[in-house]
């Protein structure tokens, strides 16, 4: 097996992460019906300043290279964007709103800022008792509302696997910060809720979402990114721990992530990416969701849940990400925000365009490329 050039992913690796600082909101001028939500066009997705998932998403990233690289590179870029965003003040609380402040939680291990922790305290305890809850007391994917930055879309008794990156990894790692009990088991309770209603037990894959309304997975449509979360997501949530996960719930997730990664395996395509809707060839290939899956399937191998079989499969992704990196750092080929889709056609019309999580997933990509 060919080993990959670590020269050639640190270089790429350097261009994305300083396209993605300076990552502009987009002046793209087309027509009214190309921008409309319905393929995916959310002014709020596109740059590095405003405070939601995309941007959160690449905070992240920053964090998770600034501990590989064991320096503080990003540090004053960090608390910049933290201290503009909250003085400009904070759009609405929402699960997608939620995700800047996992990188913020680890940021502030060498802050030490009492404004930053207490953001985080409060906005924890506000997940606890004020987001709303479908059924069986799932959180609700409440979204921001698109050109509302204080208002929300409450996608009523709706889950969507989303979740798990952008909410329930924060509130269990301030439950692990803070010896909240109570926190932790909240976090349990949503993996395994989002666990239970988007597993696909045929194909080992996962839906976008379920409704407890309609009591379905809306089009049943195994979207990438979505199972993407879940990919990289739940080793993030199960690494937190550093050994003290309850076993039986760490049994379950394990094998439902080796079942994941094993049905996506067979849908990778020759380029080494895979398509929107994973199993539909015909849907275009798209690299946020890829760099996502081949950075989970790197960091199983590391932690040892996953054998190095594996690793030609992760490898050839790693090669078709470098691939649709451009010479100025912008990943290409990534998919816009996707809402809910009823059938295959809606995840396929989302148009490519760049965006912070697309920089920011190949990022994570990238950086496991250099542990493994």
Same mark, same amino acid.
């Given at each position: 097996m060919q080993k990959l050039d670590q020269n050639a992913i640190k270089e790429k690796l350097s261009l994305v992460v300083d396209k993605l600082i300076n990552l502009d909101k987009t002046n793209d001028e087309t027509t009214i019906e190309e921008r409309s939500e319905a393929v995916g066009y959310f002014k709020r997705d596109f740059g590095i300043k405003e405070w939601d998932w995309p941007q959160g998403i690449g905070l992240y990233g920053l964090i998770k290279l600034q501990k590989i690289q064991g320096n503080e590179d990003y540090k004053e870029?960090?608390?910049?964007?933290?201290?503009?965003?909250?003085?400009?003040?904070?759009?609405?609380?929402?699960? +997608? @709103? %939620?995700?800047?402040?996992?990188?913020? =939680?680890?940021?502030?291990?060498? =802050?030490?800022d009492r404004e930053f922790e207490s953001l985080c305290l409060d906005w924890a305890k506000w997940l606890m008792k004020c987001l709303p809850k479908t059924?069986?007391?799932?959180?609700?994917?409440? @979204?921001?509302?698109?050109?509302?930055?204080?208002? =929300?879309?409450?996608?009523? +008794?709706?889950?969507?696997?989303? %979740?798990?990156?952008? %909410?329930?990894?924060?509130l269990n790692k301030m439950g692990l910060k803070y010896n909240r009990q109570d926190w932790i088991d909240e976090a349990y309770h949503q993996v395994l809720m989002h666990i239970k209603y988007l597993y696909d037990k045929k194909t080992g894959l996962f839906y976008h979402g379920w409704t407890f309304n309609e009591r379905n997975n809306f089009g049943g449509v195994f979207w990438c990114r979505g199972n993407s979360w879940f990919t990289v997501g739940i080793l993030e949530y199960m690494e937190m721990f550093k050994g003290t996960m309850n076993s039986g719930i760490r049994q379950l997730v394990t094998e439902t992530y080796k079942a994941q990664v094993h049905a996506l395996l067979k849908l990778q395509s020759k380029s080494g990416l895979w398509h929107t809707v994973l199993d539909d060839a015909d849907s275009y290939e798209e690299v946020s969701g890829s760099a996502a899956i081949a950075a989970g399937i790197l960091k199983g191998i590391k932690m040892g849940i996953l054998d190095d079989t594996y690793l030609e499969c992760a490898h050839t992704a790693v090669r078709g990400i470098l691939k649709n990196i451009d010479a100025d750092g912008t990943v290409l080929h990534v998919s816009g925000g %996707?809402?809910?889709? /009823?059938?295959?056609?809606? /995840?396929?019309?989302?148009? =490519?365009?760049?965006?912070? /999580?697309?920089?920011?997933?190949?990022?994570l990509a990238l950086c496991e490329a250099l542990e493994v």
């Amino acid at each position: 097996m060919q080993k990959l050039d670590q020269n050639a992913i640190k270089e790429k690796l350097s261009l994305v992460v300083d396209k993605l600082i300076n990552l502009d909101k987009t002046n793209d001028e087309t027509t009214i019906e190309e921008r409309s939500e319905a393929v995916g066009y959310f002014k709020r997705d596109f740059g590095i300043k405003e405070w939601d998932w995309p941007q959160g998403i690449g905070l992240y990233g920053l964090i998770k290279l600034q501990k590989i690289q064991g320096n503080e590179d990003y540090k004053e870029f960090l608390i910049h964007w933290y201290k503009e965003n909250m003085e400009l003040g904070l759009p609405s609380r929402n699960i +997608n @709103t %939620t995700a800047p402040l996992l990188a913020l =939680v680890d940021l502030n291990e060498s =802050v030490k800022d009492r404004e930053f922790e207490s953001l985080c305290l409060d906005w924890a305890k506000w997940l606890m008792k004020c987001l709303p809850k479908t059924e069986e007391g799932g959180f609700q994917h409440v @979204t921001s509302a698109n050109g509302d930055r204080l208002g =929300v879309r409450l996608n009523e +008794n709706e889950m969507w696997i989303d %979740t798990l990156f952008m %909410t329930v990894l924060f509130l269990n790692k301030m439950g692990l910060k803070y010896n909240r009990q109570d926190w932790i088991d909240e976090a349990y309770h949503q993996v395994l809720m989002h666990i239970k209603y988007l597993y696909d037990k045929k194909t080992g894959l996962f839906y976008h979402g379920w409704t407890f309304n309609e009591r379905n997975n809306f089009g049943g449509v195994f979207w990438c990114r979505g199972n993407s979360w879940f990919t990289v997501g739940i080793l993030e949530y199960m690494e937190m721990f550093k050994g003290t996960m309850n076993s039986g719930i760490r049994q379950l997730v394990t094998e439902t992530y080796k079942a994941q990664v094993h049905a996506l395996l067979k849908l990778q395509s020759k380029s080494g990416l895979w398509h929107t809707v994973l199993d539909d060839a015909d849907s275009y290939e798209e690299v946020s969701g890829s760099a996502a899956i081949a950075a989970g399937i790197l960091k199983g191998i590391k932690m040892g849940i996953l054998d190095d079989t594996y690793l030609e499969c992760a490898h050839t992704a790693v090669r078709g990400i470098l691939k649709n990196i451009d010479a100025d750092g912008t990943v290409l080929h990534v998919s816009g925000g %996707t809402g809910m889709g /009823y059938d295959k056609e809606h /995840y396929k019309n989302i148009l =490519v365009a760049p965006m912070a /999580y697309g920089q920011s997933l190949a990022i994570l990509a990238l950086c496991e490329a250099l542990e493994v």
